[in-house]
């Protein structure tokens, strides 16, 4: 079963949506849920949350940013080349609420997973405000589809570049201080933009889904990797998440725990650059 | 099974003692991942192989779980026909090389040999060991010895999970004519034979190689699909008309002591399943995922999985590996020769040590472990002297890696998915009844699923149970054996 890429679109610098042939997955997955893939034999199993499906087209839609080795030997297949492995979909689906007004704060790369979520949520009847936020207008992802599909859209940039100045947090606080009666939020993003999200409805008693991106190795609940505490209970956020009760979640293991690999990451790119460096000083050499 | 090759003459081996068998030298063995034992050559096997005695009992046959012919194979390997050994071996264990090398025999085939007795100065048949001999000569000479499979019966079977019930049980319903799908969540077959048991007891090129059989047979596998969520079980029951179930015990446990969560707290599960199926002791340069450079490790447990764990941790070249156990050598879970391997390597025993809590070295990683001391006591509920704290003995060790390896349960990723498949509701291992079918009449469950947690042979004698009783089912529509004995074939001999 090969995983043909069908379309690829760079949506930012760096970042890139993926149209891949998957037709169980499509069938099958929901919005929240994710999948983990592998580059090649020697790869890592690296989980990416589902951005949207297309099950009468059999095709899965995946957004992700290169920052490490894999990710960036991802972003090099082009159309027409195979995903290695892929499997899915894992996880728990984001629980949709019905009839409700609903609030999805995204930021970054985490704004690709708003989107299938807003659709989710009005396909159920909910009215439903997105809150995108980027570092600046040119790493804003996927604007439009989530605009053609939510009541309302607010853009934040840290920079001020686009849309209102300033974090997410500000947009959301304004939003219920200025008389939006908000039922719940769901957020999706960097863990410090969600753990401040999940403080600022925190005093307003709104219940916060929180979308948590711990480590993984199998993602089926076999390793324990991804292990968050949540009410001060330890929970596979693989197998029972990955969302949370975002007012429970300990985010500061959270963020600790994804820091943990970093000097192994950065050696595995470094050494991943240098190997491309020798390889086309190689070519230029011998042509 | 016609062999016609010529009866072995009777020249017995009358050595007391097994061959020995030749293994890599401790100092040298942990700076690789290299096999330890390095196996028998032909004149070696040949000669372990006479000296059975071809007792009239066979008690061995009895306390093999699959039922090999033993002494059969031993005097084909005794008249140096090798070939014919194999095909003896196949007619009920298709995985010779895997076998011969994790089988707990000690405990099985070998503990019940006639020659066993230790009153007398006298060794078992070094049986396991002459199995991986002509296992190893099978893939050293390419011999492919494909079982007959049986002419098509138009039956579909689906196996979910391929450890070695599910490998177990595909390759005899393949041979009685079924055509056999294999589904695996991970991206490579083998289940707990390719994440767990580490390369240096069993080499990957060898599961790769029995899988590869499978496949000559005819049976398809499918990577990466994990059932329960890329299908639901109702959907593969409506495709194929007999389900086998064994999903393993993947499911790791944690003590629940403070500190758990630090970095560099592994799951058994997970640091051999980095170090094994995802090859990270080769980071960077031969895989992507890493391993952390350790230089003081403790690991929690006495079992076969923490001897795999700490042999593994001791071959990442660290300054120390601790065992902690809290208990005496005498309860020790793990299998005297894996003890024994991990001794030799320098693997630190703390035996009576209970562990308290894991140490924040201030930067949120584990820093110490901290343990009470235990003395044994009275015996407990399972028989075993209960360890009982020795107060205000507390020690500390420096570690900055700790893996628990104290169990796992069921894995909860397929029965999750179908609450009609009933399951124990303790243990959430599934229920099943004397013929191994679960509540739903055509899904068969075994192997760990079914036990919560035993050994790979254990959970190949299950598959082999399984397939008999799901092809009387296809067959028949019952999945009993109408002639079978009270307590004979079609009776799940684990489960009595």
Redesign the interface.
């Known amino acids: 079963?090969g995983n043909k890429i069908v379309r690829v679109q760079e949506l930012a610098p760096r970042t890139r949506l993926f149209e891949i042939e998957a037709p169980?997955?499509a069938q099958?997955g929901k919005a929240g849920q994710f999948v983990i893939l592998?580059v090649n034999d020697?790869?890592?199993?690296v989980p990416l949350t589902l951005a949207s499906r297309d099950p009468g087209k059999g095709t899965i839609t995946l957004v992700f940013q290169e920052v490490g080795?894999?990710t960036e030997m991802l972003g090099r297949l082009q159309v027409g080349q195979e995903i290695h492995?892929?499997?899915?979909?894992?996880g728990k689906p984001t629980e949709i609420p019905t009839g409700k007004t609903v609030v999805c704060v995204g930021g970054g790369i985490g704004n690709a997973v708003v989107w299938p979520q807003v659709q989710a949520l009005k396909e159920a009847g909910n009215r439903c405000i997105a809150i995108l936020g980027a570092r600046t207008k040119e790493l804003l992802i996927l604007e439009d589809e989530i605009r053609a599909l939510a009541d309302e859209t607010i853009i934040t940039t840290d920079d001020g570049s686009y849309g209102r100045k300033g974090m997410v947090t500000h947009a959301l606080t304004d939003l219920i201080e200025g008389g939006e009666k908000v039922d719940e939020v769901i957020t999706i993003g960097p863990v410090v933009m969600m753990k401040f999200v999940c403080r600022a409805t925190q005093p307003f008693g709104i219940p916060t889904q929180a979308s948590l991106n711990p480590l993984m190795?199998?993602g089926?609940?076999?390793?324990?990797?991804c292990?968050?505490?949540v009410g001060g209970k330890?929970r596979f956020a693989c197998?029972e998440g990955p969302e949370f009760d975002g007012h429970q979640v300990d985010f500061d293991?959270l963020i600790?725990?994804l820091?943990?690999?970093q000097p192994?990451?950065r050696?595995?790119l470094d050494?991943y650059h240098r190997c491309r460096l020798e390889a086309a000083a190689d070519r230029l050499q011998n042509p | 099974m016609s062999d016609e090759s010529p009866k072995p003459k009777k020249v017995l081996n009358k050595s007391k003692v097994k061959t020995p068998m030749r293994e890599q030298d401790p100092a040298a063995r942990i700076f690789n991942f290299e096999e330890v034992p390095l196996g028998y050559n032909e004149q070696e096997a040949t000669g372990e192989a006479l000296r059975c005695i071809d007792c009239k009992d066979k008690p061995c046959v009895a306390g093999c779980p699959v039922g090999i012919d033993i002494p059969a194979f031993l005097q084909l390997v005794g008249a140096k026909d090798f070939e014919g050994a194999l095909r003896k071996i196949k007619e009920k264990n298709f995985l010779p090389a895997i076998c011969g090398r994790v089988c707990p025999q000690e405990d099985q085939c070998e503990m019940v040999c006639t020659l066993n007795r230790p009153d007398k100065g006298r060794e078992s048949g070094g049986i396991g060991r002459v199995e991986r001999f002509l296992g190893d000569y099978a893939m050293e000479h390419n011999l492919t010895i494909t079982p007959t499979v049986a002419p098509s019966t138009g039956k579909r079977v689906a196996v979910i999970g391929s450890g070695p019930a599910g490998l177990t049980a595909a390759s005899d319903m393949v041979q009685k004519g079924h055509a056999v799908t294999v589904f695996e969540?991970?991206?490579k077959p083998g289940g707990v034979l390719f994440?767990g048991i580490p390369q240096f007891r069993l080499p990957k090129e060898i599961l790769m190689r029995e899988v590869d059989g499978l496949r000559d047979m005819g049976v398809e596998f499918?990577?990466?699909?994990?059932v329960g969520?890329?299908?639901?079980l109702d959907s593969i029951r409506e495709r194929f008309d007999v389900v086998f179930v064994s999903t393993g015990a993947?499911?790791?446990w944690?003590l629940g002591i403070p500190g758990?969560?630090l970095?560099?707290v592994?799951?058994a599960?997970?640091f051999l399943?980095?170090v094994n199926?995802?090859?990270g002791y080769?980071?960077?340069?031969?895989?992507?995922?890493?391993v952390?450079k350790i230089k003081r490790i403790a690991v929690i447990g006495a079992g076969n999985t923490a001897m795999d764990s700490a042999r593994t941790a001791k071959r990442l070249q660290p300054e120390v590996v601790y065992l902690v156990y809290r208990r005496s050598r005498l309860e020790m879970p793990a299998r005297v020769e894996e003890i024994h391997h991990a001794e030799q390597e320098g693997v630190e025993f703390n035996l009576l040590h209970s562990p308290l809590e894991l140490v924040n070295d201030g930067k949120?990683?584990v820093g110490a472990i901290r343990c009470q001391e235990m003395e044994l006591g009275e015996p407990d509920a399972s028989g075993r002297r209960k360890p009982v704290p020795i107060e205000g003995k507390v020690r500390e060790f420096a570690v900055d890696t700790v893996v628990i390896a104290i169990g796992q349960g069921p894995?909860?990723?397929l029965t999750?998915d179908c609450p009609e498949l009933t399951r124990d509701p303790k243990k959430g291992t599934i229920l099943i009844n004397d013929v191994m079918q679960t509540s739903l009449p055509n899904v068969f469950a075994g192997g760990d699923i079914v036990t919560g947690g035993a050994t790979v042979i254990l959970a190949m004698g299950q598959g082999r149970v399984a397939a008999d009783a799901m092809h009387r089912y296809l067959m028949t529509g019952d999945p009993r054996d109408p002639f079978a004995q009270a307590g004979g074939s079609g009776v799940c001999p684990n489960l009595m």
């Open positions: 079963m169980h997955i099958r592998r020697e790869g890592e199993r080795k894999t492995d892929l499997a899915g979909p894992l190795v199998d089926t609940g076999m390793c324990g990797a292990r968050v505490t330890t197998v293991e600790t725990r820091a943990y690999y192994e990451e050696a595995s050494s | 969540a991970l991206h994440y499918v990577m990466n699909y994990p969520k890329a299908e639901s993947g499911l790791p944690f758990e969560n970095n560099g592994y799951s599960n997970e399943t980095r199926l995802m090859g080769k980071f960077p340069d031969g895989s992507d995922t890493p952390k949120g990683a894995n909860p990723l999750a």
